[in-house]
């Protein structure tokens, strides 16, 4: 039986419950990753079943393009700033949370790193993950 995922913001203003467990874990080292964290990468949970997500509170939402065109629906809370989920234009049913938004972060088992053509020398990642040079298809 899988054990819910949970968490939020910082501040708990948004709130989530995911009674499934994720299909991808990654540490993306994009150049909006970059930004958006403020050091080398950013690091995801992908979930299937959006439907089945328990979400509470309002996000603002900022979409973005990414390098392949798929538009990106980044939710930050709009008290303080947390950037909690993604979704995606092209796979509507998926439910991306930042491992940093979790109740427990130590349930994050990352499987590869994605963009790591744009990652630092100071930004160490575990050498034993998959490294992509973009984001597998």
């Not at 950013?42 to 990414?66: C, M, N, Y």
């Not at 972060?105 to 998959?130: C, K, N």
């Amino acid at each position: 039986m899988t054990k819910t995922y949970t968490g939020g913001c910082a501040c708990g203003a948004i709130r989530y419950a995911i009674p499934s467990e994720p299909v991808f874990q990654n540490h993306c080292q994009c150049r909006q990753c970059q930004m958006k964290s403020g050091t080398g990468h950013a690091s995801f949970l992908s979930f299937i079943g959006r439907d089945a997500v328990d979400l509470k509170g309002q996000a603002t939402i900022w979409p973005e393009t990414g390098d392949a065109g798929t538009v990106k629906s980044h939710a930050f809370c709009p008290v303080c700033g947390t950037q909690v989920y993604l979704t995606l234009s092209t796979v509507p049913d998926l439910f991306a949370v930042t491992a940093a938004s979790l109740d427990q972060p130590e349930r994050f088992a990352p499987q590869v790193v994605t963009y790591g053509s744009r990652g630092y020398a100071w930004d160490y990642i575990d050498p034993a993950l998959t490294v992509f040079e973009r984001m597998p298809q």
